[in-house]
């Protein structure tokens, strides 16, 4: 079995504590690093920036706080 990444992770912490970091951090972009909130952004430019300052391209995940499942659901049609 392959062993989780950090953004499998990172995902798997918000949904876990999506009611707790929505009512912290509701309308905000996390910036997360595993299951790591570092910071919260008023938007994904600016958590993006300083998650490429920290951790380096592709080091970090990004994920919008807001209820429901909108926030980690992608439709691609």
């Known amino acids: 079995m392959a062993e989780k990444n950090i953004h499998d ?3 798997e912490y918000f ?3 999506q009611k707790e ?3 912290k951090y ?3 972009c996390l910036l ?3 299951a790591k ?3 919260a952004f008023d938007s994904m430019n600016e958590a993006d920036l300083e998650g490429i300052r920290q951790f380096g391209d592709g080091n970090f995940s990004l994920q919008n706080c807001i209820p ?3 926030a980690y659901t992608s439709w691609i049609f």
């Open 15 to 17: 949904i876990a504590h």
């Open 26 to 28: 509701n309308g905000k």
């Open 32 to 34: 997360m690093r595993g």
């Open 68 to 70: 429901g499942k909108e």
């Open 37 to 39: 909130v570092v910071g």
């Open 9 to 11: 992770i990172a995902l």
């Open 21 to 23: 970091l929505v009512d």
